[in-house]
């Protein structure tokens, strides 16, 4: 037991385990919708995208949290913007603004004599270094996210499964998936402290990926994505301790092995349904061709 006990005793990993267990929610309310639509290269742009507004911060001494806000903000006008280019495709314009803002971000920090901006930390996160402040930042992040989810519970619905039959209906699509960019922007900035930007999409996409073979309902995904995602956290910090390796990677690395699990379990119990349906069928057949014989008549 004190293998499991002892790192919790440490200050600095209850606030780590606090924040992954808070950002593990707010994950699961956005990633929710990036898998069921398909939006995880939207994902991996916005959260590399943060690096120009992350560095800014950094050398002017500013909270890289804002500094990430404010390119999350750029990223989610940019994406809504060249999203309504009838001659443009989606993917190619996310693909622009994704190589822009990282190229301005790069170039930002080259033109720092000193390479203040901690790169590493940017990338790979520090979970180990969570501040008090910063779990209040994810209790309000987490507190929006849920107001946010509820509100446009039902448009965010439609839209994951037909554009035009939300536009029939009055839910504004277009206002929708503004709004849905702006979730999914929430839950990367609140993340890559955490994890990092390279390894945000760990906590973003795989626990509602395992969780979606299992749930019967988009409101089940997103609570057992947070379980998992929690349960991936409080994993992660364990290994993390005793093995002496990167807390955020180990994380991110927990939670997507728990995808494959999730993944191959739900191939085995398919394989199991499949055989019990086909017994009965065999069974039958065997019935039908099986020739009945009937007593001498006398």
Do not use: Y
């Not at 993917?91 to 930002?108: K, Y």
């Not at 395992?210 to 089940?220: I, K, N, Q």
């Amino acid at each position: 037991m004190e293998w499991l006990t002892a790192p919790f005793e440490v200050a600095f990993v209850q606030r780590a385990l606090w924040a992954g267990i808070l950002v593990s929610a707010i994950c699961a309310l956005a990633g929710t919708w990036v898998v069921l639509r398909g939006m995880a290269f939207l994902g991996d742009a916005m959260s590399h995208g943060l690096l120009p507004g992350v560095a800014v911060a950094a050398l002017l001494g500013g909270n890289l949290l804002l500094g990430a806000g404010v390119s999350a903000a750029v990223m989610t006008a940019g994406v809504s913007a060249l999203g309504r280019t009838p001659r443009l495709s989606q993917d190619t314009g996310i693909g622009l603004l994704f190589v822009g803002m990282l190229s301005l971000g790069v170039i930002i920090v080259s033109r720092s004599q000193s390479f203040a901006v901690d790169l590493t930390g940017f990338l790979f996160g520090d979970v180990l270094a969570v501040r008090e402040s910063d779990l209040a930042l994810l209790g309000v992040a987490l507190l929006l996210a849920l107001v946010v989810s509820v509100l446009g519970h039902r448009a965010f619905l439609a839209l994951a499964f037909d554009d035009r039959k939300a536009e029939t209906l009055g839910l504004r699509p277009r206002l929708a998936h503004a709004v849905l960019l702006g979730l999914l922007a929430l839950a990367i900035v609140a993340s890559f402290h955490i994890v990092g930007t390279l390894l945000v999409l760990g906590l973003l996409i795989a626990p509602p990926a395992a969780a979606l073979p299992w749930a019967r309902s988009v409101r089940g995904v997103m609570l057992l994505a947070a379980l998992l995602g929690g349960a991936a956290t409080i994993g992660g910090l364990l290994l993390s301790w005793h093995l002496s390796t990167a807390a955020g990677a180990t994380v991110s690395a927990l939670a997507v092995s728990l995808f494959f699990l999730s993944h191959l379990a739900s191939g085995l119990r398919h394989r199991r349904r499949a055989r019990r349906d086909r017994l009965p069928a065999r069974a039958a057949t065997f019935t039908a061709n099986t020739p009945t014989t009937r007593p001498n008549e006398t």
